[in-house]
């Protein structure tokens, strides 16, 4: 099995309510799941192919939730990557070189029987956690943005945040408020406006997440 490891940050949105219940063991707010996902790897590695400075983004679309399978994805992959690095993430992010069921692009992948062509494109990401403001685009095919939760009175920001001691993702995120708007590619996602978004960082190896 090829060594690598990722350090870097995501901005995540679905089709859920705020909070996600999968985060919980809780089956999707309306029994689906639809989610776009970008990522900004500051450092990594794939056996001697470095990969920081990269960016990288999915689109990911299931009937039902993730573990029933039968989902679909695709992978965006930065214009800016050598053909070795692109080979690289699309390893890693297919669960390749992956203990079983150790990260969550191992479960991704083999919940999603079907794969569709990656997109080589130029990426954008924009990722403020602390004020939890971010943005991930690729021009003509997907764009998230998101924003802090509004306090359900006041409408100011309303900060909340999901600690996974065991997460095969992230062990914290910051909670936020999403939308997704997909014009190209293969996927078309239409349920993620004003719901679920996430802001987290990663520390990931093909052994599973580094960290409490």
Not at 11 to 38: H, K, M, R, Y
Not at 184 to 203: C, M, P, R, Y
Request: hydrophobic fraction near 40%.
């Amino acid at each position: 099995m090829e060594q690598w490891s990722i350090q870097g940050e995501e901005i995540a949105n679905c089709n859920c309510n705020f909070g996600c219940p999968c985060q919980f063991g809780v089956l999707p707010s309306d029994g689906t799941c639809e989610a776009a996902v970008f990522f900004r790897i500051d450092k990594g590695h794939y056996g001697d192919i470095q990969l920081g400075g990269l960016l990288a983004a999915g689109v990911y679309k299931w009937p039902g939730p993730i573990h029933e399978g039968a989902g679909e994805m695709q992978l965006i992959i930065d214009d800016k990557a050598s053909a070795e690095q692109r080979a690289a993430l699309q390893a890693i992010m297919t669960g390749q070189d992956t203990v079983e069921m150790a990260t969550m692009w191992f479960i991704f992948s083999a919940m999603c029987p079907t794969k569709h062509d990656t997109i080589v494109s130029p990426i954008s990401v924009e990722i403020n956690a602390e004020d939890r403001i971010g943005k991930g685009s690729v021009a003509g095919v997907v764009e998230v943005n998101a924003e802090p939760i509004p306090n359900i009175m006041s409408g100011a920001p309303h900060r909340v945040g999901i600690r996974l001691p065991n997460g095969f993702e992230f062990g914290f995120a910051e909670m936020a408020k999403g939308s997704t708007k997909t014009s190209g590619g293969a996927i078309e996602l239409l349920k993620n406006s004003g719901t679920h978004a996430h802001f987290a960082s990663l520390h990931l190896t093909g052994e599973g997440r580094v960290g409490a």
